[in-house]
């Protein structure tokens, strides 16, 4: 079960080109591509005469033309031309999906289209900031449900065992978490005093000795998380946080498109209080989130084919909190949308039968 009215990352920008790039977004074939002027472009992947995906055939200027019969469909999913028709029927038309470049990547509304404002796309503080760091990024697809990574994603105690050698150490064992709840998301937090730097982070630091660090895992509807480090001198998280003029600040921004019930496409950057420019510092950011990424895909992936296996009953922990809360209201939000309500059938296809007569 997915949220609809809301958007997801269909792709990177960078992905979508001049090309018929096909997806699966929530269970729905989708192609994407980009017209002359830059813009990019989702449609329905399936011919309506005989669903041949779109991607098969080819783009015309900024129409695509499918690959078995030549039907012609413009970037807002209408036929332009069916041949032995001198008629197309208003219902011959593909679905459009409204799609938005932001942050360096297409996001795409699933739901009704009336609802599309592109204002609530999930917002990334610091982007534009030129005292700020970014690097470039990546994605991988997972081979589990979506709802496994959120739940990763508001689990701040999984680094002392997944992440040992990168975002965790012994400090992250036993610390209580915190929750808190909110309109958009739930967040699970804690400060852990006058613990080690963990190991991804100890060249990132300004300062040497012991630390105050925050873990602070937000997850927001549908299924974007950011994940805020913050590492300041032991005995300094109390009084001034991350307002400490050493305090060192890392955005992690996780945003996961569930591709179907069991795979995930992950897309992930990061952001920095620090080096801006620092390009080298970038690459070494991206491999080691990628790696440590790799980890967590280890294990949830195995978590999906267990839960597929098991016949035995499964416990929730209290660390487990966050997680329910937020599979909780995302299911309240799913059973209040009404697809119904919006999806056009696109089966029915009886007027594309009256041909007009031949000469
Ligand atoms: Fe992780």
């Excluded at 999906?304 to 997680?323: S, V």
């Amino acid at each position: 079960m997915f949220l609809r009215n809301c958007w997801y990352v269909a792709a990177w920008d960078r992905e979508v080109t001049r090309d018929l790039r096909p997806v699966i977004l929530l269970g729905e074939r989708l192609v994407l591509y980009r017209t002359l002027a830059g813009q990019p472009v989702a449609l329905e992947d399936a011919c309506v005469h005989r669903k041949l995906p779109l991607s098969l055939g080819r783009l015309k200027g900024d129409q695509v033309e499918c690959g078995y019969h030549g039907m012609i469909y413009s970037a807002d999913g209408r036929c332009t031309h069916a041949p032995g028709c001198k008629r197309i029927p208003s219902i011959a038309k593909v679905r459009s999906y409204p799609v938005v470049s932001r942050y360096g990547l297409v996001w795409i509304w699933m739901g009704d289209p009336a609802q599309a404002d592109p204002k609530d796309i999930f917002l990334v503080e610091h982007w534009d900031d030129p005292a700020w760091g970014r690097n470039l990024g990546d994605s991988m697809t997972l081979a589990c449900n979506y709802l496994l990574v959120t739940d990763n994603l508001l689990d701040p105690s999984h680094v002392a065992w997944v992440h040992r050698t990168s975002f965790g150490n012994e400090a992250c064992e036993e610390s209580a978490i915190e929750t808190t709840e909110s309109p958009a998301g739930i967040t699970a937090w804690r400060w852990m005093r006058n613990v080690e730097v963990a190991p991804f982070y100890v060249s990132f630091v300004r300062f040497t000795g012991r630390c105050d660090r925050l873990q602070h895992y937000e997850v927001c509807y549908p299924s974007h998380a950011i994940i805020k480090a913050v590492f300041v001198p032991a005995g300094a998280g109390e009084t001034l946080g991350a307002n400490h003029p050493e305090a060192m600040l890392m955005d992690s921004y996780n945003l996961m498109t569930p591709v179907d019930e069991n795979h995930t496409r992950y897309f992930w950057f990061q952001l920095r209080n620090f080096s801006p420019g620092d390009m080298a510092l970038s690459k070494a950011m991206d491999d080691g989130v990628r790696a440590a990424f790799a980890e967590d895909q280890v294990v949830l992936e195995a978590v999906q084919q267990g839960f597929q296996r098991t016949r035995t009953r499964n416990i929730d922990l209290p660390i487990d909190r966050p997680q329910l809360m937020f599979r909780k209201r995302l299911a309240q939000l799913i059973a209040a949308e009404n697809p119904q309500a919006w999806s056009a059938p696109t089966e029915s296809l009886s007027g594309l039968q009256d041909r007009s007569s031949p000469g």
